[in-house]
């Protein structure tokens, strides 16, 4: 373990929160950040689903609604999910290893910076003459060009997205250096805790993908100032290619390390190894790879790709997710299984992402996406995969290492119906879609005319939507009576299996005084199980 | 298995897919070999660097005086948001981040010389 200089601890100050290269304070203002853009951007949804209950235009503009749409999903997808993503890793990843801080610190700070001038960058596009962008968030060209899209809200979204992805890449070259050079004695590759592992694969779609969206934003950006790039013949097409080379590895960077915290919390909390970890860690680099393959199945109906072979290389993906939940499943079997909140919530994880994963088998069949392409399916699809991937994932993590980052429990019962509320609205909320996609409804519309009969599916969803929001209230009042007068967890209050549950809760800011020897991916079981023997 | 094997292995099962496209199925047009190629050359040539330049094992031993603050690097992180904006606000902001950005970088050297010396003398 790295030795570090001591130094005396006082007080924060605000330079203690803007420019610490303590790897937990970052990761902490990434996730509170990302978190934050969550909650925009979820205030944006409801705003729609409002606008949506009935046929009709009742709140906002047509126009208002595309730019609602755009910045929703660019601020979920750019702002929340990949910066949450990599920022629980900044902050878990270290501890896990046994490390006392992350290789070249100020890179991942750096990073976050970027990210959250990128993203205020992002958002003051509502604050310009046109308004905000409102392309959607994969900025289709002719779309999104200065013709069609005029103002400085579309050059800022070109702006923010570049700022903040640069931003992102930065934190994860920092973790992969981090996990190749700092592991504790004894933690050889295939004994790091499955979480550090996920982390890993994230990491290598970033490296191989973010660099493509930096080249594809300052394409674009440079092309919006008239100079002629993506208005060649075929351009729109090489758009289409830059931007889901990037965006599709990004769909799976923003659940990966939070299918290792699920994996984690299903070990801890069914007191049993993780079953199949060799398999599985194979598996998550399979998988991050096959979905770095598979860019092309966005772009099925534009005629320009080989549907076939991306539709293959789709389809593959089935093998390693199966191999994953195949491991979830046979960790529990057998196991004593406890049902707290971090263990609901890994549950509301592996149910919903299922829905999302086995719709997702279907758009990966060219036929099947031709009729469905552009229309409620595929938001049902991909909001089951991010709701119930990353939403459910991280608080999932949240949950979990909470005790560990503040040293107090979250509240039990609000917890439960936290999970309860938010399972509940996430069904509520994206099954209709899937009948409303079916029957004709095409995404990215304010308004649908009564005839076709979808105002109950659509309230229906718009109820499920309000449900999500009382459920993450719940989720506010219980972490603000946790954090002020929450139960003390100690040390280990789950009886943890990995390195960071050995740390003092929070962890000092060189993490730790002493470590175990490492023998295994779960060093803390073997520990117990010795002591027990 | 060592962390350049994993990350060289994993270039070579992009290279692995993106031959099983190329050989079997028309892909109409350079863009997908030319990802497939570009992910497999960085993920080999990444591997095979650490390999040779033995930075592919864990080092976890030794001092390492780094700074707990940083703020030279918060400040520089500040100053490209600032200089990138100033692209679209205009060229006065481009001309206060550049030398905001000036300082940051000026700020990090200082610092880094700051740490090489606090090494030598914990040496």
């Known amino acids: ?533 | 298995m060592s962390p350049p094997w994993v990350i060289a292995g994993w270039g070579a099962f992009m290279a692995i897919v993106g031959l099983v496209g190329v050989l079997f199925f028309d892909l109409k047009g350079p863009e997908t070999p030319a990802f497939f190629g570009g992910v497999t050359g960085v993920m080999v040539v990444l591997g095979l660097l650490l390999r040779l330049l033995r930075l592919g094992v864990s080092a976890p031993d030794g001092p390492r005086p780094s700074p707990d603050l940083s703020p030279a690097t918060a400040w520089l992180g500040v100053s490209l948001v600032l200089l990138a904006t100033g692209a679209e606000l205009g060229l006065w902001l481009v001309y206060i981040a550049g030398g905001m950005t000036t300082v940051g970088v000026g700020g990090l050297v200082r610092e880094l010389r700051a740490e090489r010396r606090a090494a030598e003398e914990e040496a």
Not at chain 1, 33 to 51: D, I, Y
Not at chain 1, 195 to 200: M, Q
Not at chain 1, 270 to 288: E, I, M, N, P, Q
Not at chain 1, 358 to 377: C, K
């Open chain 1, 1 to 533: 373990m790295t030795m570090a200089v001591a130094v005396p601890r006082r007080r924060g100050t605000v330079l203690d929160y803007v420019a610490s290269t303590d790897h937990k304070r970052i990761g902490l203002a990434t996730l509170g950040t990302a978190l934050t853009f969550f909650f925009l951007a979820g205030a944006l949804a409801l705003l729609m689903r409002t606008e949506l209950a009935h046929s009709g235009m009742q709140i906002v503009s047509k126009g208002a609604y595309n730019e609602l749409f755009t910045i929703h999903g660019s601020t979920m997808f750019f702002l929340f999910a990949a910066p949450a993503a990599l920022g629980v890793g900044i902050y878990f990843v270290p501890l896990q290893i046994g490390a006392a801080d992350l290789v070249w610190p100020r890179l991942p700070l750096l990073g976050y910076w970027l990210f959250l001038g990128g993203g205020v960058v992002l958002w003051s596009g509502f604050l310009t003459e046109q308004g905000a962008a409102d392309f959607g968030w994969f900025a289709f060209y002719p779309l999104s060009d200065s013709v069609n899209a005029p103002g400085t809200g579309a050059d800022f979204w070109v702006l923010g997205v570049g700022l903040s992805q640069l931003g992102v890449l930065l934190m994860g070259i920092s973790l992969l250096a981090t996990i190749i050079r700092r592991r504790a004695p004894g933690m050889t590759l295939l004994r790091m805790p499955l979480f550090t592992w996920s982390e890993v694969a994230t990491i290598f779609m970033v490296v191989t993908s973010f660099p493509v969206v930096l080249v594809a934003m300052v394409l674009l950006y440079v092309d919006r100032q008239g100079v002629h790039i993506f208005s060649e013949p075929g351009g729109a097409i090489t758009w289409q290619h830059l931007f889901w080379f990037y965006a599709h590895p990004l769909v799976y960077v923003v659940f990966f390390p939070l299918v290792g915290a699920v994996g984690e919390v299903i070990a801890t909390f069914s007191r049993r190894r993780f079953f199949g970890y060799s398999v599985t860690v194979l598996s998550l680099l399979a998988f991050a790879a096959l979905s770095t393959s598979v860019w092309g199945h966005h772009m099925f109906t534009t005629q320009a790709v080989s549907n076939r072979f991306f539709s293959l290389t789709s389809t593959a993906i089935a093998v390693p997710a199966g191999i994953e939940y195949f491991a979830f499943i046979a960790t529990m079997w057998g196991g004593r299984i406890r049902l707290g909140v971090p263990m609901l919530f890994a549950l509301g994880f592996v149910l919903l992402f299922l829905i999302g994963g086995l719709s997702g088998i279907f758009v990966a069949s060219p036929p099947l996406d031709y009729h469905v392409h552009d229309s409620y399916v595929v938001v049902a699809h991909f909001h089951y995969t991010l709701f119930g991937g990353t939403v459910f994932g991280l608080f999932t993590a949240i949950y979990y290492w909470f005790p560990k980052v503040t040293g107090r429990l979250l509240g039990e019962t609000l917890g439960r119906w936290h999970a309860g509320l938010m399972f509940a609205g996430g069904l509520l909320t994206f099954i209709p879609m899937f009948f409303l996609g079916e029957e004709g409804m095409p995404r990215q519309v304010a308004d649908y005319a009564p005839f076709h009969h979808w105002d109950t599916l659509n309230l229906l969803a718009t109820i499920g939507a309000w449900t999500i929001f009382a459920s993450l209230a719940v989720f506010l009042v219980n972490l603000f009576r946790s954090l002020l007068g929450g139960e003390p967890a100690g040390r280990d209050p789950w009886e943890g299996q990995t390195l960071e549950w050995v740390a003092d809760s929070p962890p000092p800011r060189h993490n730790f005084d002493a470590l175990p020897r490492v023998r295994s991916y779960a060093p803390l079981l073997d520990l117990r199980q010795r002591e027990r023997a």
